[in-house]
């Protein structure tokens, strides 16, 4: 066994900082959001994470202008730098199928999905699974998808996302993870959807977790599982912004 403790952060993470109940605000020059992001792709590139940095910036941003106009959206904790680099990933790994746990109102789902369906499509997808606890979020989440993506491709169920993981019957290409246990575990509830469907994730399999910055105590045990060479072959702690992204591939 063998560990990995690998970081890549920004001097800002901490001061870069949006109003939660108006995510659409720009925080920053359209260069610099984009500067930051390819600084993290150039980094997963050279952990072995991705395999390429490129991704369609006009894409993105479509996909951004199609969210702000038709989510409805209460607060949502995704700022543009993390709903870019979430884009991006999607964009470059093309997972024919995805399960994000946790999606609330459907923001942070779409952020992946968006790569697939919708004005910001690069690729075809097989199955975009969102998971989210709350039935009555669920629904919202899947009323605000099916505004932008009228296939089905993407969809939002209310279940929870360690039983939907685990019964899943495809491999999963991409797993993001942003769930809350209904327990005090909270967001430790993480590594148990990850064990859930490790049978279905080959070697390649990108594992993205929000909140790895700002909730990293209760995730001590996820973050030391996906750091064990055991367990994936590459993991980096991305800090672009108050929350954090934990990018791991099996």
């Excluded at 150039?42 to 106009?69: Q, W």
């Excluded at 989510?71 to 949502?76: M, Q």
């Excluded at 097989?126 to 009228?150: F, M, Q, T, Y």
């Excluded at 105590?217 to 030391?224: P, V």
Aim: glycine content about 6%; overall charge negative; some cysteine.
């Amino acid at each position: 066994m063998s560990e990995l403790a690998r970081e890549y952060a920004t001097d800002d993470h901490e001061q870069y900082r949006m109003d939660y109940a108006d995510p659409h605000v720009r925080l920053e020059p359209m260069e610099k959001e984009i500067a930051v992001v390819a600084g993290v792709l150039d980094a997963l590139v050279a952990d072995g994470i991705l395999s390429r940095a490129r991704y369609d910036h006009d894409k993105l941003l479509a996909h951004r202008r199609a969210v702000a106009e038709s989510f409805e959206i209460p607060w949502t904790a995704i700022t543009p730098r993390m709903q870019r680099l979430i884009y991006a990933i999607n964009a470059i790994v093309q997972p024919r199928c995805m399960i994000a746990a946790g999606v609330f109102c459907g923001n942070t789902f779409i952020s992946n999905a968006g790569a697939a369906v919708g004005p910001g499509a690069c690729y075809e997808a097989k199955d975009l699974l969102g998971v989210e606890i709350v039935p009555a979020e669920a629904e919202r989440a899947e009323r605000n998808v099916r505004k932008i993506d009228p296939t089905g491709t993407a969809r939002v169920i209310a279940a929870d996302g360690v039983d939907v993981v685990r019964d899943y019957p495809d491999e999963i290409g991409l797993l993001y993870l942003d769930a809350d246990g209904t327990d005090d575990r909270g967001k430790g509830v993480y590594l148990d959807i990850l064990r859930a469907g490790l049978d279905r994730m080959p070697p390649g399999t990108v594992i993205l977790a929000h909140n790895s910055f700002n909730c990293a105590e209760k995730l001590t045990e996820y973050l030391a599982f996906v750091r064990d060479t055991d367990n994936c072959a590459a993991s980096v702690n991305v800090l672009i912004d108050p929350e954090g992204l934990e990018v791991s591939v099996r």
